[in-house]
């Protein structure tokens, strides 16, 4: 039904800035809540933004609320994370899945995911 393709990750300083992008195929893009988690090594994946088939409402982790911004343009089947202030903490690989239904910070909750992007922050 969905595949996913995330881009827009790197290197940066910590204090700077990123804009991870997602672009989703298929004709059901604006079925699905959109997320994005990220993982580091070592660590469980873990939940960092949501936002739903209209994009009326966001969800964050507190971890990145008030630095991240999650928005989506179902128009151009596109998920997007912009990700300011960014801390070495934020190191990780980033991916953009599709919820079938759920629990937006659960991970088992969606059902389509992309292979992830590097975001690495130095500082």
């Known amino acids: 039904q969905v595949q996913l393709v995330e881009s827009g990750g790197g290197l940066v300083q910590a204090g700077g800035s990123l804009r991870l992008s997602c672009a989703a195929s298929?004709?059901?893009?604006?079925?699905?809540?959109m997320g994005w988690f990220r993982q580091a090594p070592g660590k469980e994946r873990e939940f960092v933004a949501a936002i739903t088939r209209s994009g009326a409402t966001t969800f964050y982790a507190d971890s990145v609320k008030g630095r991240f911004t999650i928005t989506r343009d179902n128009a151009k089947n596109t998920v997007y994370l912009q990700m300011d202030s960014l801390k070495p903490e934020d190191t990780a690989v980033y991916y953009c899945a599709a919820e079938g239904g759920g629990y937006y910070y659960r991970p088992q909750d969606y059902t389509y995911w992309g292979q992830g992007t590097q975001v690495t922050v130095s500082s």
């Open positions: 298929g004709r059901t893009f604006s079925s699905y809540t």
